[in-house]
């Protein structure tokens, strides 16, 4: 059984850091890429960052560019973002979700989501 | 524009059929994926590549595409298909684009 277990989130002051972590179980972990997605507090959907499967490559959405860094350890089937100088509106649950590629991998859908885990950023 | 646009609300009466839509340009070369999501709840993959069910989904889901537009419609809506939708594509870049989610409410 594929499972995604978040952990990491918390209460964090305005440009302070945090490091979420998401333990991958049930699949083999080194073969895909990892995504997180967040969604603050009774909003949509917001992508994140993706890492493809050897870690050699990575993409942010243009809000988090130069403040988070996606990382994964094939080792230890987890991937990690790190988070800083963050801000009143990162402030969202943070899921890790398997991105299934297809197509040539030209698309790509989040098949597996963990439950996420909650940042607060607030003083 | 990688934007994804959904109408934010919904309603179907419990029986009948209901159609969600999604627009963007990035619908014209990649294809939409469709989630709902329950209050408290990590979302769920309900339709991908523009119409596949994953294993597991009713067969009363069901998805389509034309142009810039994806619809997700289902048919026979039971109470417990009460959530919030979002369709799901990618930009050029291969970042993941999401639409604004819709409520569907289930009278």
């Known amino acids: 059984e594929v499972q995604l277990v978040e952990f990491g989130g918390g209460l964090v002051q305005p440009g302070g850091s945090l490091r979420l972590s998401c333990a991958a179980s049930?699949?083999?972990?080194?073969?895909?890429?990892m995504h997180w997605v967040r969604q603050a507090p009774g909003k949509g959907l917001v992508w994140v960052s993706r890492?493809?499967?050897?870690?050699?490559?990575?993409t942010y959405a243009d809000s988090v560019k130069g403040r988070f860094t996606i990382s994964r350890d094939n080792a230890k089937n987890t991937v990690h973002l790190q988070m800083n100088s963050l801000r009143a509106e990162d402030t969202a649950v943070y899921y890790c979700?398997?991105?299934?590629?297809?197509?040539?991998?030209?698309?790509?859908?989040?098949?597996?989501w963990g439950q996420g885990t909650l940042v607060t950023v607030s003083s | 524009s990688s934007e994804l646009t959904q109408d934010p609300a919904v309603s179907v009466a419990l029986g009948q059929t209901v159609r969600i839509t999604c627009q963007g340009d990035?619908?014209?070369?990649?294809?939409a994926n469709w989630y709902h999501q329950k209050p408290g709840q990590a979302p769920i993959l309900v339709i991908y590549?523009?119409?596949k069910r994953p294993s597991g989904i009713p067969d009363r889901f069901s998805g389509s595409s034309s142009g810039n537009t994806a619809s997700l419609t289902i048919t026979g809506a039971q109470a417990e298909d009460e959530a919030d939708y979002y369709c799901?594509?990618?930009?050029?870049?291969?970042?993941?684009?999401f639409g604004g989610g819709t409520k569907l409410t289930v009278l």
């Open positions: 979700a398997r991105g299934y590629y297809y197509g040539s991998g030209s698309n790509y859908y989040f098949d597996y």
């Open positions: 049930g699949f083999t972990f080194s073969s895909y890429l």
């Open positions: 890492i493809n499967s050897d870690a050699s490559s990575t």
């Open positions: 990035s619908l014209r070369s990649y294809y």
């Open positions: 590549g523009k119409d």
């Open positions: 799901n594509s990618r930009d050029s870049s291969g970042k993941g684009v």
